[in-house]
């Protein structure tokens, strides 16, 4: 999932520190540094850098790329073993998961407990539907299934206000694609379909909740809801990425139900992001700022970039044409002038480390060097773009990205990234110049949240290239994992990546542990399927943020 910091800022205070997993805030100002011109060189000065792209696994056109280990048995034994030890992980998670904390949202793993930071629905249920549903483990698919109609979408618990991105990412969407996924390729798996019916009157019903958020003169969605007396936060804008990660979900509930409204709305939203107002909000073509005045639809800033608050805006642009390329060209038009535009404007090479790449975030024209892991989805997303438009280009800036992302893994104590990190010298704190000199970045928040977006990429960057040096990534960023959050009953986020250990256990294991991390890390070594990105050269199924797999509406591309 890609999050919002600011719709988060604008939530009252006792709710945001009831959300600590999810905030992040950047401690420096904005502004242009002095060593802007001698870090900052156009990617195509880059190009012959050796960015990681093994020789024999050239990027071939929109053609299937062979990710299934070059047929080669031994390699694909290697894959299985892999494969079967990150669903030894899942069984792990969901047993402890099952026995303490279900039907709740996480599971508190080092004291056994339970929490609801989304608003008591059973969040790590839903999530990992799709992920049991792809691992094929029937016991826990028809455990979820069997919760599903039990849920009831009309009150949240305790009053606490209703995110409309959260809510829609991670329980429509695991709804919604269970669906797909049961309805369709594994429809073998549910003991009872009328439980796999019920995932999508569920989505609905929660989606009938949900749509007053829209009831703003412009269109434009409030974010934070009250279901108990139907009102909102006192907010006056909503950000980018909240507002731009909800037209796939919508879109596809109206597709499988007949409904055309729940599309409308989430378009009518986005219509003002694909056409953003005033003209100064856009520094550079496609690419916008971070907030929009919920009455009117402007833009009241031009902040912004690929990193947490904007970032899965642009990915969506791009999914909604996989999703149906026939209705959703000019979303494509879009993400090709903002990927066009990171490439001229955004694409940055630490002083230190000039071979690696990473992507700036700006306050209007001018750059900040940082960035974090949420914005490592970004090389992933290029991938996806430059895979299914046949383009080199994006291939290859996806693929640098994900080397630097790698870097950020492979250069901690640990062999986990940090959650955010910088390369502006001007702030280079003296007890990090080696780590800036070897690696390229400092650390500015070490925790580590389960996040997926590393793996993510690397994910992308297997299923486009076939280059097994991405398996092998994934592999050690799993056992990195396994090795530094592994506590009590499940996995908990970790407070210093660059501590041995991973420093203090947090005591938390969000529910994107059970959609992404382990679906990512399953994914990478298992076999070609329909559901695989790329496969056999195109897309029968897209990803939503949080990494649950739609059946696409329109030829696959
Ligand atoms: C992809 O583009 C290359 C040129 O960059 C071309 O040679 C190749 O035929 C194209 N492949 C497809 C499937 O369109
Ligand atoms: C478990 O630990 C959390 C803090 O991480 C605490 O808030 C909670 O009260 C504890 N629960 C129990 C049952 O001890
Ligand atoms: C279906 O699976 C659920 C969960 O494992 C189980 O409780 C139920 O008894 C099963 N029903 C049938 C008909 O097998
Ligand atoms: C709804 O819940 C909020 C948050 O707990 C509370 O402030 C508000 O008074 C409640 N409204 C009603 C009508 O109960
Ligand atoms: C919104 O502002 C009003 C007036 O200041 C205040 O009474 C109310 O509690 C605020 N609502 C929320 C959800 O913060
Ligand atoms: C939003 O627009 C309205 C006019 O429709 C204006 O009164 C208000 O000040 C604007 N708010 C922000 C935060 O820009
Ligand atoms: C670097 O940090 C300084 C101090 O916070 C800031 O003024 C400047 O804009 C930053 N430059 C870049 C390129 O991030
Ligand atoms: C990091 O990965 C690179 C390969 O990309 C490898 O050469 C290097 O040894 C790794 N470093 C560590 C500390 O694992
Ligand atoms: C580095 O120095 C800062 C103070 O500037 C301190 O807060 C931090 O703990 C130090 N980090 C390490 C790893 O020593
Ligand atoms: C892959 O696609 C080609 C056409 O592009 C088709 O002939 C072939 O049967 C497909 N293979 C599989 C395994 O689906």
Redesign the pocket.
């Known amino acids: 999932m890609r999050v919002s910091a600011v719709s988060l800022a604008a939530v009252c205070l006792p709710v945001a520190l009831a959300l600590p997993q999810h905030s992040h805030t950047y401690d420096?100002?904005?502004?242009?540094?002095s060593?802007?011109s001698s870090t900052r060189s156009p990617w195509s000065r880059e190009n012959n850098n050796n960015n990681g792209i093994h020789e024999n696994y050239k990027f071939q056109g929109n053609k299937y790329a062979n990710a299934n280990n070059g047929n080669n048995p031994a390699a694909q034994q290697v894959a299985a073993q892999r494969a079967a030890a990150v669903k030894d992980a899942f069984q792990t998670a969901w047993t402890g998961y099952y026995q303490y904390a279900f039907p709740n949202d996480e599971l508190l793993p080092v004291n056994n407990s339970f929490s609801n930071s989304r608003n008591g629905w059973g969040a790590s249920a839903i999530d990992a539907l799709t992920t049991a549903t792809v691992m094929q483990i029937p016991e826990i698919v028809n455990e979820i299934l069997a919760y599903v109609p039990n849920i009831d979408f009309s009150k949240s618990n305790q009053n606490e206000p209703v995110s409309l991105f959260e809510t829609t990412i991670r329980y429509m969407g695991g709804l919604l694609a269970g669906y797909d996924l049961l309805k369709g390729p594994l429809d073998q798996l549910p003991n009872n379909t009328g439980n796999v019916d019920a995932c999508l009157t569920q989505a609905k019903t929660l989606a009938d909740h949900l749509s007053f958020a829209f009831s703003s003169p412009s269109g434009i969605p409030h974010n934070n809801l009250f279901f108990n007396d139907s009102s909102f936060d006192n907010s006056t804008t909503n950000g980018l990425a909240t507002i731009g990660t909800l037209v796939l979900e919508w879109t596809r509930l109206s597709d499988l139900t007949g409904d055309p409204s729940y599309a409308r709305l989430s378009q009518r939203a986005e219509s003002y992001l694909l056409n953003p107002q005033p003209a100064t909000s856009e520094p550079f073509p496609g690419l916008v700022g971070t907030n929009v005045n919920i009455s009117n639809g402007m833009f009241t800033d031009a902040e912004g970039g690929w990193s947490g608050g904007d970032d899965s805006f642009y990915e969506y642009l791009l999914k909604m044409y996989v999703y149906d390329s026939s209705r959703f060209g000019h979303y494509l038009d879009r993400w090709i002038l903002a990927a066009d535009s990171t490439i001229a404007h955004l694409t940055s090479h630490p002083s230190s480390r000039p071979d690696l790449t990473f992507v700036?975030e700006y306050s209007g024209t001018?750059?900040?060097?940082?960035s974090g892991h949420l914005t490592c989805f970004d090389g992933g997303n290029f991938l996806l773009g430059g895979s299914v438009l046949n383009r080199t280009d994006y291939v290859d800036f996806g693929l640098a990205l994900v080397n630097g992302c790698h870097d950020t893994y492979n250069s901690t104590l640990t062999g986990i990234g940090p959650e955010t990190f910088?390369w502006?010298t001007?702030?280079l704190p003296a007890n990090q110049t080696a780590l800036y000199e070897a690696a390229g970045f400092y650390i500015t928040d070490s925790q580590y949240i389960l996040r997926p977006e590393v793996i993510e990429s690397f994910y992308y960057a297997y299923r486009v290239t076939g280059d097994a040096k991405y398996q092998d990534w994934a592999w050690g960023a799993f056992q990195a994992i396994v090795a530094n959050t592994r506590v009590g009953s499940g996995f908990s986020e970790i407070s210093d990546v660059n501590a041995v250990g991973g420093g203090t256990k947090k005591n938390f294991q969000d529910s994107f542990l059970f959609a992404e991390v382990l679906k990512y890390s399953h994914l990478i070594h298992t076999q070609d399927d329909v559901w695989q990105v790329n496969h056999n050269g195109t897309n029968e199924f897209v990803f939503n943020t949080e990494a649950h797999p739609f059946k696409v509406a329109g030829p696959p591309v």
Do not use: E, K, M
């Open positions: 420096q100002p904005s502004g242009q540094g060593d802007l700036a001018n750059l900040l060097f940082r910088s502006n001007t702030n």
